[in-house]
């Protein structure tokens, strides 16, 4: 019988876990391939974490490094030391890491230094900010990996102007493969609107973690204050590392405060996936610096604005249905008032699907998975 390809995957953030569901149901179909997942423990909260695997379906992991919440350096260090006595032991035939994450980083320099292939999946974005710990993440392991996974074709292109060509494919995002088949609206979804009491279409869905902006004080101050002029009812699911800060942090307790009583926001802490799917296909719109949910707006065609100065995701920017506003009030307030203008140029689904893959990424990358280390 001929022997199976071993692949060890590496995961450890929110992201990643939605992004392995999907393409680990396709490994699975795969008889010539045998899937062994390593959780490094970069998130460890339940909502954070654990429930991806009894939602989603992803298998449990057979090793978890449990390196928690550190600085960059630790923890990215304490994950590569572990990881490496793992990759040792199970000795795969190729490594697959996802997105920009310390645990990305770290799985790449990892399988690097022992010699083993390394696959990237959602290669080649750029934000062109190497202030941002995940730009520097994603540059270093596409330089490092042997196939690059690219959502799109301009990622590609990003690819390309930096002289790497060999191994690059075009699959579609993973994301998108996520939110049809996760995404699908019915009753029981519907029960975390009535949970936290609000109206389809008549709210906003606020998410907020990005180091950029939270490591930021006076840049977070100015967004916490742009949120106070929101006009209708507001969903906020903290991160825990934000909600630690708004917590602890004697500058920003007044500006807790401040939302805490106000009339229109609710802070939550964070909800599982397929409640978040929910509460972005209902919102009026969503406001966000995370690149997965700018995403998922576009997707449900839900108007996005983005609390950052750029965006990897440029595909999305292109008929407005997501705009960056960083943290400037006054761009903020100018999109929160186009917002019906914006609602009533809705794509055709076929074409904003189109450029992200058509929901087939996941079989593309096990396919190609199969034939590349057999």
């Known amino acids: 019988m001929k022997r199976k390809i071993r692949i060890v995957t590496v995961i450890g953030a929110r992201p990643q876990f939605v992004k392995a569901a999907v393409v680990s149901r396709e490994l699975a179909k795969h008889g010539a391939l ?56 199970e000795n795969p035939d190729g490594a697959l890491v996802y997105g920009d994450t310390n645990s990305t980083l770290a799985g790449a320099l990892c399988a690097s230094k022992l010699h083993i292939p390394l696959a990237h999946v959602e290669a080649g974005l750029r934000s062109w900010n190497r202030r941002m710990p995940e730009e520097i993440n994603r540059v270093v392991t596409d330089h490092i990996a042997e196939i690059l996974f690219c959502p799109t074709e301009t990622a590609v292109k990003n690819l390309k102007a930096e002289g790497i060509e060999a191994g690059v494919y075009t699959v579609g995002d993973v994301m998108l493969d996520a939110a049809l088949i996760f995404g699908k609206d019915n009753a029981a979804r519907r029960a975390v609107l009535k949970r936290y009491s609000v109206t389809p279409k008549q709210y906003f869905l606020i998410t907020l973690h990005r180091a950029e902006n939270t490591d930021d004080l006076p840049r977070l101050q100015v967004i916490l204050e742009m949120l106070l002029e929101l006009p209708a009812p507001a969903i906020f699911p903290a991160h825990p590392r934000l909600a630690n800060l708004l917590a602890t942090n004697p500058k920003l307790r007044k500006l807790k405060s ?106 593309r990358i096990a396919r190609l998975l199969a034939r590349s280390w057999r």
């Not at 899937?35 to 090793?63: C, N």
């Open 258 to 363: 401040q939302l805490d009583a106000h009339s229109h926001l609710r802070i939550i802490p964070p909800v599982a996936y397929l409640d978040m799917l929910t509460l972005e296909k209902n919102a009026k719109a969503i406001i966000t610096d995370s690149g997965g949910v700018q995403k998922e707006a576009f997707f449900f065609q839900v108007p996005c604005l983005t609390l950052r100065d750029e965006s990897e995701w440029v595909e999305t920017l292109e008929n407005g249905f997501n705009t960056l506003v960083g943290a400037d009030k006054k761009k903020f307030l100018t999109a929160i008032s186009r917002l019906d203008k914006i609602r009533t140029r809705r794509q055709k689904k076929p074409q904003a699907f189109a450029l992200f893959g058509g929901g087939k990424a996941s079989q």
């Open 34 to 89: 045998r899937e062994i997942i390593v959780h490094t423990g970069q998130h460890y909260d339940y909502e954070m974490s654990a429930v991806f695997f009894k939602q989603l379906g992803l298998r449990r992991p057979k090793y978890n490094l449990d390196v928690g919440s550190k600085p960059h350096g630790q923890q990215t260090g304490e994950i590569l030391a572990k990881l490496e006595r793992i990759l040792l032991k």
